[in-house]
C-alpha cells in the first residue's frame, strides 16, 4: 500500500492537523506522459508536502504532461488537476484532494451555498502581527468553500474566485481568527493579534500536554509573561501568589543563597517529606537553581492527587513542571534581557538605644563605645544584576535555542554574596520525513556562594552596644555572647555549586496517531562546601586552635530512563487517546568531608588541609565518607477520551516501586481518574451568551511519598565508638544495630479528591477556575515511639496514622478595561487550607503526640507547639497568660481555666497546658494582581496577604522582657510589656495575629515602538517589591516566619534581614 | 519495511526494559547490614565491645548520671543569669519533684534497655550465626555469652534501682516481642541468677575495660547490700560472704594503694592501671575520651584553666556549703555541704593543680575552688598569675569561684559610685574578687536586696560552687587530657560495703577497720588519729557513715542509692525541703513516653498512676 494511502486513512481518522506551514515552497517538475500519482510522487519528494486522497474519488492514473520551473505548489496543483473537477486543500503539511463537489467538511454556512457561482474576483492582501512582522503561511479561505490560500515570505496572499458577499476568514495558529465580509474591497491589509484566549492554551501535564480547556484536573499554569517582575532568586519566587493552593515561603527572601519552600495544599506528611516534585523539560526530580529565570516559559502546578498520579510515589505533595523557553521556526531571534537591583533595609528590629540601654536594663555596663550592631552588619550599597541572552530559532525541521546568563548579588549583610552563570540549550530536530523526532536539553550551571550566619542577627540585637565594633577580649570562653561583625568577617564560609542536565529525547512518529519516545537524562549537581575559620575568629580563641578549616564535596547524580507510547484513535464523535510507558531513575550520592585544625598560617584557607596539625595527634580523625543509592522504577498508563467536547475522562495507573521499602513492599499502585462535563454545551448554557465555556470536573487520585531517609527499612550495622578490646590490645571501632529495622515499611499514600469548575465568560473576558479539594493521608510513614524493651531504639519508621486536608480555591482573570489605548485586567487568587493530623496510633504503635521543637536557649523554656489525634497541624500548646503577680513574674490559668485559679508561669507544669486558639497555618490565602496598560506603557500592582493565623512570637519573648540582666533589649520591654519583669513563659501572651496584606510588587514598564529593523521588541520596567505590609504582628516581618510543614508559625529570632528591593530592567529582542 | 523494522527494534527495547529493569534491591554502601555484618572474630569482637561502649557513655556521661546526682546533696544545676533554667528540670530534680515526663526519668530507662537490646540482639546473633564459618569456638561463644549475660545484668541493677517493676527482656525472646513487667523481687532474681550462673564462666583475674569475675562478683555484693530497699528482703549474709570473698582474692587479685589518695582515679594516665579497680571504662584521647564531667561541670573558661580544648557548659557545681555572711550551713539531717564536710586537712581538700611531673604526681585536689588562673602552657603543668576573667556576671573580673549561692554581684557595693572614676570602679571590683579568694572563697554579703533573693538552685552565678575534679582533667598534651578511667565498681567500694553490713549488725569495730582501711591515705599521717574511726569509735555514728560514703564516693553515680539506703533520700539540706509523701519519691515513675508507647507496660510505682 502506498504510504500516502495509508496515511490517508490514517488522517481521515484523526483529523488532527496542528502543524504550520508555508506555502513558500517551489517545485520545478519536467515529467512527460506520466502518471498524476507519479507527478505527486514528484512533488513530495521536493517539498515536505504530503498527498492524501481517496482513490475512489481521485483519478491519479491519468497521464498527464508538465513542465513548470519553480512555480509554487498551489500553481502547480492548478496545472495538474485543470478542468477535472478536482480541488484541493492545504491542511499544514498535508495538501488533500477531493472532488470539487464534495466538502470536506459540511459547514453550516447559508453563504457558501446560496451564492451563485458568477460574479467571481479576486482579493490581494499582506497579513502582518501586531508588531508589523509579515505572518508567513496564514491561511486565507472563503468561509464555508475549500478555497483557500496560504501567504507567502512577505505575508501575501492572492486569493481568486471569490463568490460575492464572501466572508473571508484569515487565521494562524497562535493568532486570533480574523473574519470579515468582502465588499468591494481589491486589496486588505490584516493585522492578526496573537490569541491570548486562555481557552486555547496548551498546558503541560506529566507525560504529555493537553489543551487547557480539555484538562480534567485541578491544573494551574503560570506563564512567563505573567510572571511577577523584578529581581527573584528563585524561580518558585516568580509565582508566588500566582497559584492559589501554592504556598511559597521565602522566610529569607533577601539571601540570594536561600530557596524557598514549596507547599501544595497544605501539609500532610510527617516524615516523607512536603516538597512537591519538580519536573524541568519532562524530566523527575529536576533541580530549580540549575535554571536562569529568564529562561523559563511557564511554570505549571499540579495541584490535584488525579493529574499528579501519573508520577506515582512522589506526586502526593502535588509537581511543578517547568517548561524552558523553546526555539520557534522562522526568523533567528536575539534576546537580552537582564536587570540591575538593590536592596534597601524594609524593617529593623527597634532595639534601645545606647542611653536608654544604660538607663533601663538591669546590669548594663558601659565600655565607652557605641556601635549599632545590627546596622553594623548591613550592607547599604549592595548591588546585584542579572544577565541573559538568548539565541533562537529554527527551520521547518530543526528549531534550537541557547541562552547563557550570568546573575551577580550582593546580600543585605556584609558577607553573603552569590556568583552564578550557566549556558542552556534545546534543539529538536525532525527528520525521515517527520517519522523521527530528536530533541535535547543541555544545561550546565556554576554558583559561587558566600554564606552569611543568621545567628549574627541575632546577636546583635541582644550585644551591649557600648563595646567596640572591634572587640573580641571581652567575649573569650563565651559562647553566649561575641562580636557579631566578626562572627561574619573572621570566617570564609561558602561553597560552590555545579548543576548539569543532559537529556536526550527521541520520538518515533510510527504512525501519525502512534509514537514512541525514548527519553535518557542524567542530572548531576555537586557541590563544595568549604569553610574556614580564621585564627581570630571566636571558636579559634575559645578552643587554642590557630585556624579551622574544612571542606565537603557531595556529589548528586541522577540517572533517568524513560519510554512512553502514544496513540490516539477517533471513533464517531469517540476521541481517544492512550499513553503508556516505563521509567527508571536512579539517584546516586557521594559525600566526602574532612577537617583539620592548626594552621601555620590563615593563608592557605581550606586550600592545603594537611598542613594542619590537629589532625596528627593519634586518635584524631578528621575524615569521612558517604555513599547511597536510590531507585525508582515505574510501570504507567493513561487514556484520555473526550466525547465530542463535552464528556473528558482520563484515566491513568502507575505502578511504582522504590528500593527504601520492605522487601516484600517495595511496589505500590497509584490510581487516577477525572471527568469533566462542558456544561457550556448545554441547551440551557449555550443560550447564555454570555457563557463562552464552562466545565465542571470531579477527581480521585492516589498519590505517595518517599521522600524519607534510606535504608531504614533494612538491618543496619553501624559503627558507634571505638573502645578499647584486650583481645586485640587495641581500640576498635564498636559496630552495633544501628536502627530499628522495618521491613514491613511501605508507601505512605494520599488519597486525593478534587471537584472543580472552570468558567470563561463575556467573552472570554472573566474567566477562572473554583476548586473544592479533600486530601486523606493513609499509612502516614512517621517516626513512632516504640517500646523499650524490645526494641532499641525509641522510634521506628514506620506507615501509621492518618492526615487529612480540605480546603478550596478560587481563581479569577478579569479583562474589566479593553480600548484601544487603555487596558486594566485584574486576577485574584483566594484559598483556603486546613490541615489535621486525624490519627496518629494503631495497635502497634501508640505514640498519642509529637512535641514540637524545643525553644532556643537561653531558657530552653519547652516547645510550644503539639501535634494530637484530631489537632489541626500548627496547633499551639502552652498556658494560658493570667496577667503578672506584684513582683512582675507571668501568670498562668491553672489547668489553662480562664477566670480559675492562677499560679505562676515558672511553676506551670504539664497540667496546665492547653491548646491555645489558632494555629501557624494560614486559613486563608490571597493574591490579588492589577494591570494597567495604556499605549505603550504598563503598571501592574500585585497584593498579596496570609489571614488567620497565628504567629508565636518569639523575638518577643526573648528579646522583649526585662528578665535578662545586661543583655540590650527591643524598646518593647519598656513599653508593651513593660509590666511584665519576669522570665519569659510559653503561653498566649506572645501569641500575636499574623494577618498581612502587603503590596508586593509595584512594575512599571515601557515598551515603545520602534522603527528599526534592527529591534523588534524593546521594554524597559522598573520594579519596588515589598512596598509596604499591614500586619499587626510585631516581629520583623511576618513573611520571615515558615507557615509550610509540621510546625509553622513560630517567629524565630534568627532572622536575616528584610530587603524593600528595586529593580530596573531592560528587554531587547532582535 | 522500515517501519515494521523500527517497531520491531522498540518492541525489543520493551522487552527488555520490561525483564531487566525492575530490580529493587537495596545496594548499601557505607553501612552494613546483619546479612553480611559477622565474617569474622573481629566482627564478634566489635559487636560486643559496641555494648560496653553504649554503657561508658549512657551511665557515667548521661540521664543515669543526672538522676543518681541532681536529686541528692552533693550536687545541682543551678540558673545561672540567663543560663541554666533549661525548663525548670534541675529545679525539680534538686527539689524532688520531677514529673512522670521529667527528661532524666525516661532517657534512664531508654538508655538501660538499650543496652539490653544491643545485648540480645548480639546473644541472637551468636546464636544463629555459622561459628564455623567466622572461626569463633564453643568456648569463645561461651565467654562472650558470659559476660554479655553480666553487662545486661548490670544494666538491669539501674532498671531495678530506679523503676522497680520492670519487663525482663532477654534474647530468649523474639526480637519484637513485647514483654510484661515483672515484679521487683523476680527482676531481682533474674539479675542474681544471671550473675551466678555467669561467674564460672569468666576469667578469674581483671581484664582491661571488661567484665570478670571480681566485678560480677561486686555486682551481686550491690544488689545484696540494697535488697532491703529494692525487694524487703535482707540479704547481709549474702552481701557479706561475696563481699569477704572478694577481698580474700577468691574473684581475682585486687588491692587498694594506700598511699596515693589518687590512685583509683588516675588510672589510665600514662597507661597507670590502678589495682583496686575490678572494672573500669578504659580511656583514651581520641579513641575514647573521658567526657563526664567537661561539659556538665566546668565553666565557659575551662579551657584556659585546665589548658583543654573547648569550653563547658557552666551547669553543675557542688552545692554550696556557706551561706551570704560565708558561715557553714547547718543542716538538721547531717546532709549537704560536700565540701565543707572534708576535714581541713584531707588531701581531696586541696585545690586542685596539675604538678610538675618530676614530683612523681600530676596533679593534686579533687576540686576547682577559689581563683582560677591560667594554664601555665609553657611549663607544662601549673598556673600562670593571669587571672581567668569571668564572661557573664562577673564579666572581665578574676573569675574566683565560691562556695555559696546567691545573687552576689548584684550587690550595692558593686555598684559604680557617684564620682568614682571608671579604672577606680574597675581597680575595686577586682579587689573584692581578690579578697573573696584570699579569705577562702566565699562572698561576705550584707545587702538585704540580694539575701531576700535567697539562696537556691534559681540564683546562681557563673562563679557559684565548687567544681568537680576528681576524674582528673589534664592538660592537652601526651594524650594527657580525657584519658583518665572511669572507675565502675573498685575495691573500696566492696569494704564500704562489707563495713555497712558490720555496722547494720552493731559490729562497729569491725566496720571501722575496714573504713579506716581505705580511708587512712586521705589524711596526713600526723593528723591520722583524729579522724581514724578506729581510734575515736565515738565519731562514727549513722551520720558519719552516710557522710562518708560520700567523701569517698563523691561523683561516682551512687549517691541517691545510698541516702535511699540509709533512709535519707527524704530529708532537707540546701534548698531542699523535707520530701511531701503521697508520692513514691526513692524511686521513680514509669516514663510517661513509655506508658504511651508500650500497650502493656502499667504505671507500678506508687503515688503516680
Known sequence: ?1070 | MKKMKLLYVAGLLGVMALTSCTDLTEKIYSDLTKNNYYTDKLSVEAAVVRSYEHGDNVTWRSDIWLLEELTGDHFVWTQKGRHGYDDGQWIRLHGHSWNYIQGQINGSWVAAYQGVSQINTVLRDLNTIDLNAIGLTESEKASYFAELRVLRAWYYTFLLNFFREVPIATEQQASDEIVPQSSAKEVFSFIEKELKESIPSLPKEKRLSRWTQGPAAGLLVRLYLNAKVWIGEDHTTDCKQWAQDIIDGKYGTYSINRSDYRDPFRSGLEDYQSPENLFEFWHNRGRLEQQTMWSWCMHYSAAQTIGGTDGGWNGIHMQPSRDFQGNVYKFESGLGNPFESYAPCDYRRTPFRTLNPSTGNLYEGFFLQGAQMVYDKAAGYGFTDVNVKGSEEYNGMPLVFVDQVGRFSEQKELKQKDGESSEAYKARYKQYMLDAAARGNYFVCNDPAVIAKGSQVTTGEENSGFRFNKFPYLPDHDGLYRSQSTPEIRLSEIYYSLAECYYREGNKTKAAALLDYVRERNYPASEWSKYSYVQNPELLTDKEFIKEWGREFIGERRRRTDLVRWGKFGEEWWNKEKDPSGKELNYFPIPQKQLNASPILKQTTPGWE
Open chain 1, 1 to 1070: 500500500m502506498k504510504l500516502s494511502v495509508f496515511l490517508f486513512f490514517c488522517f481521515a481518522f484523526t483529523m488532527v492537523a496542528t502543524n504550520t506551514n508555508s506555502q513558500n515552497v517551489k517545485v520545478s517538475l519536467n515529467q512527460q506522459n506520466v502518471s498524476i500519482s507519479a507527478v505527486l510522487n514528484s512533488i513530495e519528494k521536493q517539498t515536505d508536502y504530503l498527498f492524501f486522497y481517496n482513490k475512489e474519488n481521485v483519478d491519479v492514473n491519468k497521464t498527464i504532461s508538465i513542465s513548470v520551473n519553480k512555480k509554487s505548489v498551489s500553481e502547480v496543483l492548478a496545472r495538474i488537476f485543470k478542468n477535472q473537477g478536482i480541488t484541493y486543500s492545504m491542511e499544514g503539511n498535508y495538501i488533500v484532494l477531493h472532488k470539487k463537489e464534495q466538502a470536506r467538511e459540511v459547514i453550516s454556512n447559508p453563504i457558501a451555498g446560496a451564492t451563485p457561482q458568477q460574479n467571481k474576483r479576486n482579493l490581494k492582501g499582506v497579513v502582518k502581527d501586531a508588531l508589523g512582522e509579515p505572518i508567513i503561511g496564514a491561511n486565507v479561505v472563503v468561509k464555508g468553500t475549500t478555497n483557500g490560500i496560504i501567504t507567502d515570505v512577505d505575508g501575501k496572499f492572492d486569493l481568486q474566485d471569490i463568490p460575492n458577499n464572501a466572508v473571508i476568514s484569515i487565521s494562524y495558529i497562535g493568532y486570533a481568527t480574523q473574519e470579515f465580509r468582502l465588499n468591494n474591497e481589491k486589496t486588505v491589509n490584516i493585522t492578526l493579534v496573537e490569541d491570548t484566549k486562555t481557552l486555547q492554551e496548551i498546558v503541560v501535564v506529566g507525560y504529555g500536554s493537553s489543551v487547557k480547556k480539555d484538562l480534567t484536573t485541578a491544573v494551574t499554569s503560570v506563564k512567563s509573561k505573567d510572571f511577577l517582575q523584578g529581581a527573584a532568586n528563585d524561580a518558585m519566587q516568580m509565582v508566588d501568589g500566582k497559584v492559589a493552593g501554592v504556598t511559597v515561603n521565602s522566610t529569607a527572601a533577601a539571601d540570594p543563597n536561600a530557596t524557598s519552600s514549596i507547599q501544595v495544599r497544605g501539609a500532610s506528611s510527617l516524615k516523607a517529606g512536603n516538597s512537591p516534585l519538580i519536573v524541568i523539560d519532562g524530566m523527575p526530580g529536576g533541580d530549580l537553581h540549575n535554571i536562569a529565570q529568564q529562561d523559563i516559559e511557564s511554570i505549571t502546578v499540579l495541584k490535584d492527587g488525579s493529574a499528579a498520579a501519573i508520577y506515582g510515589s512522589r506526586g502526593a505533595n502535588g509537581v511543578i513542571l517547568v517548561q524552558t523557553k523553546q526555539g520557534k521556526a522562522g526568523k533567528t531571534h536575539i534576546t537580552y534581557d537582564g536587570y540591575v537591583e538593590h536592596d534597601f533595609i524594609a524593617s529593623k528590629p527597634d532595639v534601645l538605644g545606647v542611653e536608654d540601654y544604660l538607663e533601663k536594663v538591669t546590669g548594663a555596663k558601659d565600655y565607652g563605645y557605641r556601635t549599632d550592631w545590627y546596622n553594623e552588619l548591613l550592607n547599604k550599597g549592595n548591588i546585584g544584576h542579572n544577565h541573559n541572552i538568548s539565541l533562537s530559532g529554527g527551520s521547518e525541521t530543526t528549531v534550537f535555542r541557547i541562552s547563557t546568563s550570568y546573575k551577580q548579588k550582593e546580600g543585605l549583610d556584609i558577607s553573603t554574596n552569590r556568583k552564578e552563570y550557566g549556558l542552556r540549550g534545546n534543539f529538536k530536530q525532525t527528520t525521515l520525513e517527520g517519522l523521527l523526532e530528536v530533541g535535547g536539553n543541555f544545561a550546565y550551571r556554576v554558583a559561587d556562594e558566600d554564606y552569611t550566619d543568621y545567628s549574627s542577627f541575632k546577636q546583635a540585637i541582644q550585644l551591649n552596644p557600648t563595646y567596640s565594633a572591634d572587640e573580641m577580649d571581652a567575649f573569650k570562653g563565651n559562647d553566649y555572647s561575641y562580636n557579631p561583625i566578626k562572627n561574619l568577617t573572621e570566617r570564609d564560609n561558602g561553597a560552590h555549586q555545579e548543576y548539569s542536565t543532559v537529556d536526550l529525547n527521541m520520538k518515533l512518529n510510527i504512525l501519525k496517531n502512534l509514537n514512541t519516545e525514548l527519553k535518557l537524562g542524567r542530572q548531576g549537581h555537586s557541590k563544595k562546601s568549604q569553610d574556614y575559620k580564621f585564627s581570630t575568629y571566636r571558636q579559634c580563641i575559645n578552643n587554642g586552635y590557630n585556624g579551622w578549616a574544612s571542606e565537603n564535596q557531595e556529589n548528586w547524580t541522577d540517572w533517568t530512563l524513560e519510554w512512553l507510547g502514544n496513540y490516539s484513535f477517533k471513533v464517531d464523535k469517540h476521541d481517544f487517546k492512550l499513553m503508556g510507558g516505563y521509567s527508571y531513575q536512579q539517584f546516586d550520592y557521594e559525600g566526602l568531608y574532612a577537617e583539620n585544625g592548626d594552621f601555620p598560617t590563615d593563608v592557605f584557607l581550606t586550600h592545603n588541609l594537611g598542613a594542619g596539625s590537629w589532625n596528627k595527634q593519634d586518635g584524631r580523625l578528621g575524615m569521612s565518607s558517604e555513599k547511597t543509592e536510590e531507585k525508582t522504577i515505574a510501570f504507567l498508563g493513561r487514556v484520555n477520551y473526550n466525547f465530542d467536547d463535552f464528556l473528558l475522562f482520563t484515566g491513568s495507573l502507575r505502578r511504582e516501586g522504590n528500593t527504601k521499602f520492605g522487601e516484600d513492599h517495595k511496589w505500590g499502585f497509584f490510581p487516577a481518574a477525572s471527568a469533566a462535563v462542558r456544561l457550556s454545551k448545554l441547551p440551557t448554557f449555550e443560550k447564555m451568551s454570555f457563557v463562552n465555556d464552562l466545565k465542571a470536573r470531579f477527581s480521585y487520585g492516589v498519590t505517595g511519598r518517599s521522600g524519607f531517609d534510606k535504608y531504614i527499612a533494612l538491618a543496619k550495622y553501624s559503627g558507634f565508638g571505638q573502645y578499647y578490646s584486650d583481645v586485640y590490645k587495641q581500640y576498635i571501632m564498636g559496630y552495633g544495630p544501628a536502627n530499628n529495622p522495618n521491613s514491613d515499611l511501605s508507601w505512605e499514600k494520599q488519597i486525593s479528591y478534587n471537584l472543580g469548575i472552570d468558567y470563561t465568560l463575556f467573552d472570554s473576558r472573566l474567566s477562572g477556575s473554583l476548586d473544592l479539594f479533600v486530601r486523606d493521608g493513609k499509612d502516614v510513614i512517621g517516626d513512632y515511639n516504640v517500646p523499650l524493651p524490645p526494641y532499641l531504639h525509641s522510634s521506628i519508621i514506620a506507615n501509621v496514622g492518618t492526615t487529612t486536608s480540605k480546603g478550596f480555591e478560587l481563581q479569577l482573570n478579569w479583562d474589566a478595561i479593553k480600548t484601544k489605548d487603555f487596558t486594566y485586567s485584574t486576577n485574584a487568587n483566594l484559598s483556603y487550607t486546613k490541615s489535621k493530623l486525624k490519627s496518629f496510633s494503631n495497635n502497634k504503635y501508640k505514640l498519642g503526640y509529637i512535641e514540637g521543637d524545643g525553644f532556643p536557649s537561653p531558657g530552653n523554656p519547652g516547645s510550644a507547639q503539639r501535634l494530637e489525634d484530631n489537632k489541626e497541624i500548627g496547633s499551639f500548646y502552652g498556658f494560658r497568660y493570667a496577667g503578672v503577680d506584684d513582683a512582675g513574674n507571668i501568670l498562668i490559668w491553672k489547668a489553662g481555666e480562664k477566670g480559675g485559679e492562677t499560679k505562676l508561669g515558672a511553676d506551670g507544669d504539664e497540667q496546665d497546658k492547653v491548646y491555645l486558639e489558632g494555629t501557624g497555618v494560614p486559613k486563608w490565602e490571597l493574591a490579588w494582581g492589577n494591570t494597567f496598560t495604556y499605549k505603550n506603557f504598563d503598571l501592574s500592582l500585585f497584593f498579596r496577604g496570609r489571614f488567620r493565623y497565628k504567629i508565636m512570637n518569639q523575638y518577643e519573648m526573648y528579646y522583649g522582657l526585662q528578665v535578662i540582666a545586661g543583655d540590650n533589649k527591643l524598646s518593647s520591654a519598656y513599653k508593651e510589656n513593660a509590666h511584665i519583669k519576669g522570665p519569659k513563659v510559653i503561653c498566649d501572651y506572645f501569641l500575636q495575629n499574623g494577618d498581612y496584606l502587603r503590596l508586593d510588587n509595584i512594575t512599571f514598564g515601557w515598551t515603545p515602538k520602534l522603527n528599526t529593523k534592527w529591534i523588534s521588541n524593546i521594554r524597559l520596567y522598573g520594579t519596588l517589591k515589598n512596598v509596604f505590609t499591614l500586619t499587626k504582628y510585631s516581629g520583623l516581618d511576618p513573611t520571615s516566619v515558615t507557615t509550610t510543614g509540621l510546625w509553622p508559625g513560630i517567629g524565630g529570632m534568627e532572622v536575616y534581614p528584610t530587603a524593600r528591593n528595586f529593580t530596573m530592567g531592560l528587554q531587547i529582542t532582535y
